[in-house]
């Protein structure tokens, strides 16, 4: 490992040096209002989808796009960020504020055994503290929030952790980067379960209802130039309202 860790190609991948100070420090999409309107509208969907519409999993597959964007973005946010100890303070207030209606919004019910899954402010947060380790060479750092994420009940567990890897590594080569993309999600295609509704039956396959995250990839790898403007904490801002608004009409309707 030390030899490996020695070579000029691990710290290219690693060194925040090799990262210009100005121009495009990545080749992959830099229309991240766009990626983010995007994928809060599918988030919406999919939680409109969990909350209120269980039968119908299409909800769901329309928002299987949203956590590989938001992983993306928070690449694109750490390597553009000029503090990133004030990009993960923001991220970690709103992750406080947004559990409890995380939780009341999915679970109202049933809130005392539910209360530690963690949403995905908090997994953000942490894999943004492991990308940190990791462009920081800290390697203590990077491995210790893997674990956390792993082995607490995090939405979407250690898997931002990866995407954000693999958009960190292959920056500056979004063909490489689709590729590995791609092949995190083939698996998919045979790893479903019978029993879950959510799974697709194609032939003799069973294939699980995350193969939808292929879809982010062309918005992900593929430039656009939308000029749209939003201002930032319009992003941060929707999670915790829109799970209020989930809670409230889930009182309502008492479902």
């Not at 994928?39 to 209120?52: E, K, P």
């Not at 995407?163 to 980067?177: E, K, Q, T």
Request: proline fraction near 5%.
């Amino acid at each position: 490992m030390s030899k490996f860790t020695d070579s000029k190609a691990w710290k290219y991948l690693t060194t925040p040096d090799v990262i210009p100070t100005d121009g495009p420090r990545l080749k992959t999409n830099l229309d991240t209002n766009l990626l983010k309107l995007i994928a809060i509208i599918s988030m919406l969907i999919d939680h409109v989808g969990g909350a209120f519409f269980k039968d119908m999993p299409i909800f769901r597959y329309a928002g299987r796009l949203a956590f590989p964007i938001f992983a993306y973005c928070l690449t694109v946010g750490l390597l553009y960020t000029s503090n990133v100890k004030k990009y993960l303070i923001r991220l970690g207030i709103f992750a406080l504020v947004s559990q409890p209606l995380y939780i009341m919004a999915f679970h109202p019910y049933d809130w005392r055994e539910e209360w530690m899954n963690m949403n995905i402010f908090f997994t953000l947060f942490v894999s943004l503290i492991a990308m940190v380790g990791f462009k920081e060479r800290k390697w203590w750092l990077f491995i210790a929030a893997f674990l956390l994420l792993s082995f607490i009940n995090f939405d979407y567990s250690a898997n931002g952790v990866v995407l954000m890897l693999i958009f960190y590594i292959c920056r500056n080569h979004p063909a490489i980067g689709a590729l590995l993309y791609v092949l995190q999600y083939i698996p998919a295609l045979w790893s479903g379960y019978p029993d879950d509704p959510k799974s697709l039956m194609l032939g003799g396959l069973c294939v699980d209802w995350t193969v939808f995250a292929l879809l982010s990839a062309p918005l992900i790898f593929l430039r656009t130039n939308s000029k749209i403007k939003v201002n930032k904490y319009f992003f941060y801002a929707f999670y915790p309202a829109h799970l209020a608004a989930i809670w409230i009409v889930r009182m309502i309707l008492h479902v």
